[in-house]
Nanobody
Framework: VQLQASGGGLVQAGGSLRLSCAASGSGFRFTHMGWYRQAPGKERELVAT???????NYDDTVKGRFTISRDNARNMVYLDMNNLQPEDTAVYYCNQVSRSYTRTWGRGTLVTVSS
């Protein structure tokens, strides 16, 4: 399995971005997908997750601003980020947990929010 994240960039505070993650391999619809982020000098933290049937979970810091979704037909997962703030600046990573509990990380995509 390979995960390819894209969509990061530089945005002003209050702006929006959409991150995308393309997953290779079969059985995508049975996997749990997630987005994590790591800010400079900090540990990697959970942002949001979505199960194969679309149940979602969010960190409190992004609830109401970020939306995770997936397209099982295209092996894609998305993170729509609205009202971005400087504290959202981080490298964002796509993550997959398979039915056998194998965890796969993609390369990160950098999101920078200017004040």
């Amino acid at each position: 399995v390979q995960l390819q994240a894209s969509g990061g960039g530089l945005v002003q505070a209050g702006g929006s971005l959409r991150l995308s993650c393309a997953a290779s391999g079969s059985g995508f619809r049975f996997t749990h997908m997630g987005w994590y982020r790591q800010a400079p000098g900090k540990e990697r933290e959970l942002v949001a997750t979505v199960t194969g049937i679309g149940s979602t979970n969010y960190d409190d810091t992004v609830k109401g601003r970020f939306t995770i979704s997936r397209d099982n037909a295209r092996n894609m997962v998305y993170l729509d980020m609205n009202n971005l703030q400087p504290e959202d600046t981080a490298v964002y990573y796509c993550n997959q947990v398979s039915r056998s509990y194998t965890r796969t990380w993609g390369r990160g995509t950098l999101v920078t929010v200017s004040s």
